[in-house]
């Protein structure tokens, strides 16, 4: 790991601050990263015009207790990988060859997103219970970096 890696991971800490995730210990962010510079961010959160958790005061996957890993279609969020990914194509900015720097390991939702995306390079903070998304990313040839200081 270099310098450059760890200021860009701890930009996505900052970036997972501004999470509207009911759950504090599932505040995620992922910025995307070509040549030094920063091309995009992302945090887990409603979709825009959807009032998030917070805003409605409960957490739909504690209410219907669904564990972690699982049933990512029943959840208000985007994840912060998928909000950086959809803000590059609304920005029309190309990812081909980009590094990801994202608090947690990618689920295999997003993962398959990264891999169409033509990201090149995953760097997490912490692990996440999603083994098919390892699977994938090394299949795919993607560049999977757990960070370590």
């Given at each position: 790991?270099?310098k450059w890696?760890?200021?860009?991971?701890?930009?996505?800490?900052?970036?997972?601050?501004?999470?509207?995730?009911?759950?504090?210990?599932?505040?995620?962010?992922?910025?995307?990263?070509?040549?030094?510079?920063?091309?995009?961010?992302?945090?887990?959160?409603?979709?825009?015009g959807?009032?998030?958790?917070?805003?409605?005061?409960?957490?739909?996957?504690?209410?219907?207790?669904?564990?972690?890993?699982?049933?990512?279609?029943?959840?208000?969020?985007?994840?912060?990988?998928?909000?950086?990914?959809?803000?590059?194509?609304?920005?029309?900015?190309?990812?081909?060859g980009?590094?990801?720097?994202?608090?947690?390991?990618?689920?295999?939702?997003?993962?398959?997103?990264?891999?169409?995306?033509?990201?090149?390079?995953?760097?997490?903070?912490?692990?996440?219970?999603?083994?098919?998304?390892?699977?994938?990313?090394?299949e795919?040839?993607?560049?999977?970096?757990?960070?370590?200081?």
């Amino acid at each position: 790991m270099d310098k450059w890696d760890k200021r860009f991971v701890e930009l996505s800490k900052v970036v997972g601050g501004w999470s509207s995730c009911f759950q504090e210990n599932r505040h995620v962010g992922a910025i995307i990263v070509k040549n030094k510079r920063v091309l995009t961010t992302g945090y887990n959160g409603a979709p825009s015009g959807v009032k998030s958790c917070v805003e409605k005061g409960e957490c739909l996957r504690r209410k219907l207790n669904i564990p972690s890993g699982t049933r990512h279609e029943l959840c208000f969020a985007v994840h912060a990988e998928q909000n950086a990914i959809c803000q590059a194509a609304k920005l029309g900015v190309s990812l081909e060859g980009a590094t990801l720097y994202c608090t947690h390991q990618p689920c295999t939702i997003c993962c398959r997103m990264i891999i169409n995306s033509g990201i090149t390079r995953v760097v997490y903070v912490e692990g996440y219970p999603d083994d098919f998304s390892v699977q994938l990313f090394k299949e795919a040839g993607i560049e999977l970096v757990k960070y370590e200081e």
